[in-house]
Structure formats: C-alpha cells, structure tokens
C-alpha cells in the first residue's frame, strides 16, 4: 500500500511554539530534533540525503546540489513517485541541482498559479546585475521582449522584489493546493517563510529585524528580547 507523503518545512520555526501551533494534530513527535548547519542550503542538504552537509559538499562556498549520491527525492521518483517541490525559500532556488528529481520545480515568484507562465523572474535576477538602477532597466526591457502583456509582467516583477515577508508563501500554496488534481504516490516538499524575519517576540513588544550575520558574529543587543 502507497500514500501520498508532504514534507513541509517552516523555515526558523522556534520550537517552543510547537505545542501551540501543532496541538491539534495526532501522530508521533520528536522533541530531540536538531539541524544539521544554521542556515538553508547545508541543512536540506541533509533533510534530502540524510548526511551530514560536510559528507555532501554542500556549505557557503559550494552552495549547488551536485553530490554523486542519489537524494530521497530521486528515490522516490525511482519507486514510482510524483514528486514536486514548491518553495517560497528563495535559497532552494538560486542555485544549481535542487530541482534534481522534482518533476515540478516551483520557485517563489511562480507560487502562485496565476503567475507560473508569466515571466520568469527568479531565473532573471540569478543572470543580471542586482543594482538597484540598473536592473530597472534591464527588468523594463526583458518584460517588453517577454512574450507576455508589457504591464503584467513589470508588475509581478516588482511584486516578486517587493513581496511582503507577511506573506511567506502560504496564500499561494493554499491557492495551489486547492487547484492541484492530487493522485496517488505524491510526494510533495513545501518551504515557507512566514516564521522567518522579521522575529517576533513572545512579549508581543512588536517585530524585530535581525541580520544573520550579526547574529552569528554577537552583535545582537537585544537578543534576549527576541529568545
């Protein structure tokens, strides 16, 4: 007997917050789960292979997913599988071999069922310069030479660099999800954002932006705040 299995990531998703959020589902929990590295890429690394990032290649340097050894998702595929990934973490998109075995590949700006033929805009800013400036023109001139309208695409353009972190990607997904024809043997990675910056505290003093660079290098002043 097959089913049809969703792995779902909450990216930064303090555990503390488990109980509140997730009380209502059955099933068994595990309390003493750790990351394999503290930031995106070197972590699914593993969730995908089940080894350690060093064991993969993966890290800051070596950000592709090019390791000789077959993924659980090409596994999956193998064993008669539909396998799909749909990812509002722009990291699992900006780089090379993460799409290996997902027959579909979805990045944040293509979330949204109304826009996955529109322009293309995530494939855009990994060829092109990302100065402020200068990408608007380019932007201007690959919307008009898109074979779609002028006007709808320049807006999911600057929807896709000015989407709001409020929206996480779960509006879309809920879209997606209520307009995909599931079958049988599906197997389905999700990634969302809405628990990433900006933090906020349990006291409720409001939202708190934190770099990770300068949480990593101790220049946090109000990290207790924000624990």
């Not at 293509?110 to 996955?116: F, N, V």
């Not at 919307?143 to 996480?168: C, E, F, H, M």
């Not at 509006?171 to 809405?194: A, C, G, P, Q």
Request: glycine share 6%.
């Amino acid at each position: 007997m097959t089913e049809n299995i969703a792995l779902i990531v909450l990216d930064t998703f303090r555990q503390d917050s488990c109980e509140d959020s997730f009380d209502v589902l059955s099933g068994l929990r595990f309390t003493n789960a750790y990351a394999t590295s503290h930031w995106t890429i070197p972590a699914h690394a593993s969730l995908l292979t089940g080894k350690y990032p060093s064991e993969v290649g993966v890290h800051a340097k070596s950000p592709t997913f090019d390791c000789p050894d077959a993924s659980i998702v090409e596994h999956m595929q193998d064993n008669g599988y539909r396998t799909r990934m749909w990812s509002a973490n722009a990291n699992l998109t900006a780089w090379d071999g993460w799409d290996r075995g997902f027959e579909q590949f979805l990045d944040p700006a293509r979330l949204d069922p109304g826009r996955e033929h529109l322009v293309d805009w995530a494939s855009f800013a990994k060829e092109h310069d990302n100065s402020t400036p200068r990408r608007l023109l380019q932007a201007t001139k690959h919307a008009i030479s898109s074979d779609v309208p002028t006007l709808t695409a320049l807006k999911q353009g600057y929807q896709y660099w000015n989407r709001s972190r409020a929206d996480g990607g779960s509006n879309s997904i809920i879209k997606r999800v209520r307009e995909t024809d599931f079958e049988s043997d599906e197997f389905l990675v999700v990634n969302l954002m809405e628990t990433h910056t900006p933090y906020h505290s349990p006291d409720d003093l409001g939202p708190v932006e934190v770099s990770i660079g300068d949480a990593f290098a101790g220049n946090v002043d109000d990290d207790e705040h924000i624990k």
